[in-house]
């Protein structure tokens, strides 16, 4: 379900960059205004066909932002700390955080700084990384469609599986990406590392759902999200400052190996899942005996 939505997502992409690309062309307002109608028209659809049946508001003086977000983090520790793979799959998810800033704010300069970029429809750099995106979002397209072919979202195993040959692959990626100096090399490296961490978002989405009760599911998605958050706000400085002082290629090569002790987090997550596995095929045997 996971993997259909996101292929969903990825078509609806296709359209919004065509339509960018006609509106792109206009004074500058245009694509503004475009987009906040889009916006607007999306909040009327999804009034009419996601109501919020049986929602209770919660009490004004329980609205506090901040108390809110401690609470769900609490929340979401007590529910993890029961479920050890749990906690593995979080610290994947830290780690994730740590190294993803860095690369998203420099992957471009990496290229514009080292590389003369070929000129696209006549146009300038834009064009060019408006054609990258497409190949990387109709190559994700396929990956997730080989995905959902190959891998059994049912398994946590499986997907963990998984989970750490996208994150070796990665984090050597974007090793290769910073120090490469072939330009098609490069090329190939992002499109890797793009078409990998869209892969990996519904894979983790259905590997923290393994065997999670529904009534604290929002509540760890929730968790999960400001540990990836905490992981970019605390990696993102750090790697700016090393494309300060030494450079752009060191700081994006301290992103990859910054997502490297994922690998380990990974691979404990499958040891408890096939433990759980394990277990699970022991309490049915009584059962099958009888």
Do not use: C
Not at 188 to 200: C, D, E, Q, S
């Amino acid at each position: 379900m996971f993997l259909r939505a996101t292929q969903v997502g990825l078509f609806a992409s296709l359209l919004g960059m065509g339509v960018a690309a006609l509106v792109g062309t206009q004074d500058a307002a245009v694509p503004i205004r475009v987009g906040g109608l889009g916006v607007a028209l999306i909040g009327i659809t999804l009034a009419f066909i996601m109501p919020e049946t049986g929602f209770s508001p919660a009490p004004k003086e329980d609205r506090n932002t901040w108390q809110h977000m401690w609470y769900t983090f609490n929340e979401g520790i007590k529910t993890v700390r029961a479920q050890p793979r749990l906690m593995s799959i979080v610290g994947v998810g830290l780690f994730y955080g740590l190294y993803s800033e860095g690369f998203d704010r420099l992957w471009v300069k990496l290229m514009l700084d080292n590389f003369n970029l070929p000129i696209l429809f006549g146009s300038n750099e834009v064009a060019f990384f408006s054609a990258l995106k497409v190949v990387g979002t109709l190559l994700t397209l396929l990956a997730i469609r080989f995905i959902e072919k190959r891998v059994n979202t049912g398994s946590s195993l499986a997907i963990g599986r998984t989970m750490l040959l996208i994150t070796a692959i990665i984090s050597a990626a974007l090793v290769g990406f910073a120090l490469v100096p072939v330009l098609l090399i490069v090329l190939g490296m992002y499109l890797v590392i793009h078409v990998l961490r869209k892969v990996a978002i519904p894979l983790t989405t259905a590997w923290i759902n393994q065997k999670l009760d529904s009534k604290v599911r929002a509540t760890v998605h929730s968790m999960f999200g400001q540990v990836d958050a905490i992981g970019q706000i605390a990696g993102g400085p750090g790697v700016g400052l090393i494309a300060n002082l030494a450079s752009v290629a060191a700081a994006i090569t301290t992103s990859g190996l910054l997502l490297t002790p994922a690998l380990f987090l990974v691979g404990r997550a499958n040891r408890q899942s096939l433990a759980e596995e394990s277990l699970g095929a022991v309490a049915l045997e009584p059962e099958a005996a009888d």
